[in-house]
Nanobody, 125 residues
Framework: QVQLVESGGGLVQAGGSLRLSCAAS????????MGWFRQAPGKEREFVAF????????DYADSVKGRFTISRDNAKNMVYLQMSSLKAEDTAVYYC??????????????????WGQGTQVTVSS
């Protein structure tokens, strides 16, 4: 079992940057695909980015491509989301999630077995 704890959210002005962190417990962190999702008020949870086990393969939602970067440090059991050029529409609760490496695509929330509690990101315009 994996426990995930996000941090790094906060209030930032449009055009600014934030780095979200996700700390994972357990000795098998490196065996999981890690993803970031977000949920804005009144909207469904949506895919943001995922990174495969070795960190060599990543994918992003079109809405964040070129602005966000996902990375991981398997030695530290950490995954990160560097967010730049933030927009008001990036305001949401951001969730870290872990999936077993059985699939070819990880954009769907139903691929992920473990979820963090979320961290709020608010971008003021």
């Amino acid at each position: 079992q994996v426990q995930l704890v996000e941090s790094g959210g906060g209030l930032v002005q449009a055009g600014g940057s934030l780095r979200l962190s996700c700390a994972a417990s357990g000795p098998t962190f490196s065996s999981y695909v890690m993803g970031w999702f977000r949920q804005a008020p009144g909207k469904e949870r949506e895919f943001v980015a995922f990174i495969k086990r070795s960190g060599g393969s990543t994918d992003y939602a079109d809405s964040v491509k070129g602005r966000f970067t996902i990375s991981r440090d398997n030695a530290k059991n950490m995954v990160y989301l560097q967010m730049s050029s933030l927009k008001a529409e990036d305001t949401a609760v951001y969730y870290c999630a872990a999936a077993e490496p059985y699939y070819s695509d990880y954009r769907g929330a139903n691929r992920y077995m473990y979820w963090g509690q979320g961290t709020q990101v608010t971008v003021s315009s």
